[in-house]
């Protein structure tokens, strides 16, 4: 069984920053990656970054050159660094991971809670 627990969601105001945090906890044999989606009121989620096992990391065209993911390894944790917000970065941001537990031999995927950032002009 396996856990996802973000935090660092909140309020800021444009031009501002925030910390998002994601660590896994339960029977993980291996991460393979672990990333972070998005959903507004009104769209659908969509993937804004993620990195994977062996650091390799992809960003939505929206947040490039504004967001920075990454990862440690021996905490089982991802992070995201949020700069330069704007009002249209405010939605809930969903920590997701491919894991395979103990036990198994292939991958699956995991959510998180989600948690809010908002962003005002």
């Known amino acids: 069984q396996v856990q996802l627990v973000e935090s660092g969601g909140g309020l800021v105001q444009a031009g501002g920053s925030l910390r998002l945090s994601c660590a896994a906890s339960g029977s993980i044999f291996s991460i393979n990656a672990m990333g972070w989606y998005r959903q507004a009121p009104g769209k659908q989620r969509e993937l804004v970054a993620a990195?994977?096992?062996?650091?390799?990391?992809n960003y939505s065209d929206s947040v490039k050159g504004r967001f920075t993911v990454s990862r440690d390894n021996a905490k089982n944790t991802v992070y995201l660094q949020m700069n330069s917000l704007k009002p249209e970065d405010t939605a809930v941001y969903y920590c997701?991971?491919?894991?395979?537990?103990?036990?198994?031999?292939?991958?699956?995927?995991?959510w998180g809670q989600g948690t809010q950032v908002t962003v005002s002009s």
């Open positions: 997701n991971a491919l894991i395979i537990i103990k036990w198994y031999y292939t991958s699956r995927d995991y």
């Open positions: 990195v994977t096992s062996d650091g390799s990391t």
